[in-house]
């Protein structure tokens, strides 16, 4: 099953619903891309992915012991804003740990390069691009997510934080909407610390426009909710 919420900056109720309230409101105006799952999309606020913006997958029981469909999820999506952008094309994942293959990915976006009702605003210059980045601390880690999401060229920045400080989440939602790249933080991965329960993670403080909580169903699959 995959939840989805609007994340907020305070332990309130009457906050939370306040800040996501503020946080739908700014992101009016800006563009907003089809993530590919019309599931997914008719649960999202915008009816997609707004850019500029921040987006947790947080992964819930067995599905965070090696969160592949949580990982697999946000790099689909990843894939579906690079291959529809008019020049940011470029895709920044931030692989703490090495979980992320490159070469399974690249089918994704050259399927997707090739859907000219994609890509007919897309220069040859800008064909989508992936870039892996492996830091090995957690200040390079958070370093790599703010610098990457600051840059006008990329379309989206994937990694999978642990432990995230608000203020680092603050800087990288700040970059975001500056830039236009979308934040995509897979987040409850076995070996990565998060705080509490997952109902838990997902009452923590966060800058992030939505949340969308992941968990395995009956044969493997996964489904979402809001």
Do not use: N
Not at 27 to 40: D, K, M, Q, Y
Not at 74 to 99: E, F, P, Y
Not at 215 to 226: D, K, T, W
Request: net charge positive.
């Amino acid at each position: 099953m995959v939840t989805h919420g609007v994340g907020g900056v305070g332990s309130d109720g009457g906050l939370l619903r306040r800040a996501a309230d503020w946080r739908l409101a700014e992101g009016r105006g800006r563009e907003t891309v089809a993530t590919g799952f019309p599931s997914l999309d008719r649960l999202l606020p915008a009816g997609g992915v707004r850019r500029g913006s921040l987006t947790e997958w947080l992964t819930v029981g067995a599905a965070a012991g090696d969160a592949g469909g949580a990982i697999s999820l946000a790099c689909a999506v990843a894939c579906r804003l690079a291959t529809s952008s008019h020049q940011a094309s470029t895709i920044v994942v931030v692989d703490r740990g090495a979980r992320l293959y490159p070469p399974a990915v690249m089918p994704w976006l050259d399927a997707l390069a090739g859907d000219t009702a994609l890509t007919r605003v897309i220069k040859p210059r800008s064909r989508p691009q992936l870039v892996v980045a492996r830091p090995s601390r957690d200040d390079d880690e958070i370093w790599a997510i703010d610098q990457a999401l600051r840059c006008p060229g990329v379309a989206a920045v994937l990694a999978w934080p642990g432990r995230v400080h608000t203020t680092a989440m603050r800087r990288w939602q700040l970059a975001a909407r500056t830039s236009g790249a979308v934040g995509l933080f897979v987040r409850g991965l076995s070996g990565r610390p998060v705080a509490g329960s997952p109902d838990g993670v997902r009452r923590e403080p966060t800058w992030a426009d939505v949340r969308v909580a992941i968990s395995p169903v009956v044969g493997g699959a996964s489904a979402a909710e809001l």
